[in-house]
Antibody
Framework: QVTLKESGPVLVKPTETLTLTCTVS??????????VSWIRQPPGKALEWLAH???????SYSTSLKSRLTISKDTSKSQVVLTMTNMDPVDTATYYC?????????????WGQGTLVTVSS | EIVMTQSPATLSVSPGERATLSCRAS??????LAWYQQKPGQAPRLLIY???TRATGIPARFSGSGSGTEFTLTISSLQSEDFAVYYC?????????FGPGTKVDIK
């Protein structure tokens, strides 16, 4: 079955760089019908899309956060990595990765459980 | 960037009643609109895609409608497990955006 699992630090200091890993199973990151996005949710607030990577390695980023984000993938490890530089307390959130399925659903059909990242000194 | 708005922010409904949630896009997204349900401590769950198609396993009491800039999610008869926050999301271009959510709580 399809699963996604986020991993990374639970606590980062202001100005540090955050690196999160999404490990997927049940589908291949080389499948042209699949992509993976990162989405975050501050406590008690709405969802915010951050970045997306396609099977052909093309990328798309949130306009407001583009300068701080890098998304990449390692198909052999079934992993998608997000880095976010210059972390600030307002970046405290649960970070989700989600699979984007092309062709029929054409949106996020599977999500990871999320990982809470707190930014504090 | 396409901005999504949702109304109302909170909807208080009695079990068994009908709930109607609205979502508006700042520009046309055609039918590239999805609805998600999120319960406390859980990841969002896809309910509706293509504005009106139920995702796998979603009960028939959930229905979506609309196109362009105006969309509606209707829950025909609210069950106890339906009390949650609902988000709309556009995927008309490759910069996805979500609405602020509508919380459906018990009246």
């Amino acid at each position: 079955q399809v699963t996604l699992k986020e991993s990374g630090p639970v606590l980062v200091k202001p100005t540090e760089t955050l690196t999160l890993t999404c490990t997927v199973s049940g589908f291949s990151l080389s499948n042209a019908r699949m992509g993976v996005s990162w989405i975050r949710q501050p406590p008690g607030k709405a969802l915010e899309w951050l970045a997306h990577i396609f099977s052909n390695d093309e990328k798309s980023y949130s306009t407001s956060l583009k300068s701080r984000l890098t998304i990449s993938k390692d198909t052999s490890k079934s992993q998608v990595v997000l880095t976010m530089t210059n972390m600030d307390p307002v970046d405290t959130a649960t970070y989700y990765c989600a699979r984007y399925s092309f062709g029929v659903v054409n949106t996020f059909d599977y999500w990871g459980q999320g990982t809470l990242v707190t930014v504090s000194s | 960037e396409i901005v999504m708005t949702q109304s109302p922010a909170t909807l208080s409904v009695s079990p068994g009643e009908r709930a109607t949630l609205s979502c508006r896009a700042s520009q046309s997204v055609s039918s590239n609109l999805a609805w998600y349900q999120q319960k406390p401590g859980q990841a969002p769950r896809l309910l509706i895609y293509g504005a009106s198609t139920r995702a796998t396993g979603i009960p028939a009491r959930f229905s979506g409608s609309g196109s362009g800039t105006e969309f509606t999610l209707t829950i025909s008869s609210l069950q106890s497990e339906d009390f949650a926050v609902y988000y709309c999301q556009q995927y008309n271009n490759w910069r996805f955006t979500f609405g602020p959510g509508t919380k459906v709580d018990i009246k």
